[in-house]
Each structure stands twice: as C-alpha cells, then as structure tokens.
C-alpha cells in the first residue's frame, strides 16, 4: 500500500514512541518525511530503523518559536513543499495539582499546546500550497476523561482538541484538514518514562498516589497496553486520501478505555 507515494510529511516528536513509528509507517507507504525532535539521539534511532535515502532528520525544541521557525522552513525546503503535518510532539507530568510547581505547569502548556500551535502557524503557507494537505495533532484521552494527578497535561490536549476544531473550520474552504487522535493505554516512553527525549517524558506519578484512581482506566480488550503502531496506522489514514472527507472531528485509540 503507498498511500504516501510523493507526499511530504513533516512529524514532529519522531525520536521515540508514536512519533517515530508514525514517521516509519509513512515511509513504509512510499512518502517523504522530515522527522524532527528535540533529541539527536532518539532521532539517530528512527534513522537506524528507517533505512531509506526518504528520511531527514532535524533537532526542533516546538516550544522555542525561534527554533520552530527555523526547522519548519527546512523542513519544507529540504522535501520541496509540504502535504502533511503530524504534531506528536509532546510532555507528560504528573504531581498533587496543589503541589505543581507553576514552572511544570507552564512547560507542559508550552511544549504541548503552544508548541503544536506554533508549529502549524509556520508550516500553514506550504501547506495551502501542498497536494490534498491534512493536520493530524495529538491530543489524549485525558483531554475529555478523569486522570487523576494530570491536570496540566489534561488542559493541554484539551487546548489541542478545541484548536484542531477552530482550525478545521477557519482552513476547511481553503483545501486544509485537521483532525485529531486521542491515543490511551499505548505502550511508549511517555507512558512508561523510558523516552529518549523530552518529547516523550514519563508519568511520574507522585509516590503516594492513591491508584484506585486509576481502576477504570484499562483497556477493555488485547492484553495491556498496545503498541505504537496501533496509534501511526489511525494517524496514516487520517492524513491520507483514505480521510479525505473527514475534518474538524477527533478519533480515540484506547482499546475501549474509555466506553
């Protein structure tokens, strides 16, 4: 399947978990993709597994808006134009919500809402220019459900979930989708704090957390948590010709977390 042939991707948050496998399932079908991250190493990472003359690498920090500037208008130089936009970008921290340092709240507003804000404001340009262009952002299923020592990350997906739909409508009769993916219970550095890069930053959950909390959080079907590449295959069609009669909305990847 080469729903990608000649199309160009850039994927931000590629050097580890459902940024990276999004960014190999596009080269798998055929695209060209920019991978970008904050970490050198996890991108050397997506590069290895990638094996293919179609990827290029560059080192963005999405809450610098200097560096997004700087690595949206290679990105589009080196691919020639730009069809596809995916943010996966993003942090997850968690703490007591009377006990967060303001400091973590505003980094975790700034690398996930911002960050996906200021990252589509720079690519938009090439992309009203591009073939059949289409937005995936990522928001979470915290962005509408309960989960509990949170809340930063929670307003920030929430934040995502409402631009993606003002922006779906402001871009519709110009040529441009967006749409959104909820991932829940997937296996990935930012779940299990094993991430190579702050793109993937774990939960850390508070030592006394009362995990009770957390009883109904678990997938209603599979084994545990799934894999990456569960969250990339959704987020492949959705930016393919496959969705191309769909915007403005959001799809939740959680295994029936969330009934």
């Known amino acids: ?13 590629a050097g ?28 050397a990472d997506t590069a290895q597994n990638a094996g293919t003359d179609r990827l290029s690498t560059l080192v963005l920090d999405v809450s610098d808006e200097e560096s997004v500037k700087d690595v949206v208008a ?9 069809d596809v936009l995916v943010n996966a970008a993003g942090i997850l921290r968690s703490a ?8 973590d709240f505003t980094e975790i507003l700034s690398v996930n809402l911002v960050g996906t804000f200021l990252v589509i404001r720079e690519a938009i340009p090439a992309l ?12 979470s299923t915290s962005a509408a ?18 631009m993606t739909h003002a922006l779906a409508a402001e871009y519709a009769k110009r040529g441009i989708r967006f749409t959104s993916v909820q991932p829940g219970s997937i296996s990935s550095g930012m779940t299990d704090g094993s991430g190579a890069s702050r793109s993937s930053v774990g939960p850390g959950l508070p030592e006394d957390a009362d995990m009770s909390l957390f009883a109904k959080l678990s997938p209603a079907i599979g084994d545990g948590f799934a894999d990456p590449g569960t969250v990339a295959s959704v987020v492949a069609m959705l930016a393919s010709e496959d969705g191309e009669f769909i915007t403005g909305t959001e799809i939740r990847i959680d295994g029936g977390t969330h009934f």
């Open 1 to 13: 399947m080469n729903r990608y042939e000649g199309r160009r991707a850039l994927i931000t948050g």
């Open 16 to 43: 580890s978990g459902i940024g990276q496998a999004t960014a190999l399932r596009v080269l798998v079908e055929g695209g060209s993709v920019v991978a970008a991250d904050i970490s050198e190493q996890g991108l």
């Open 74 to 82: 290679e990105a589009v130089s080196a691919l020639g134009g730009l």
């Open 96 to 103: 007591h919500s009377h006990e967060m340092p303001l400091a």
């Open 128 to 139: 009203l220019e591009g073939n059949s262009p289409a937005v995936v952002n990522f928001s």
């Open 145 to 162: 459900f309960a989960h509990p020592y949170m809340a930063a990350y929670a307003a920030s997906k929430g934040g995502i979930q409402s």
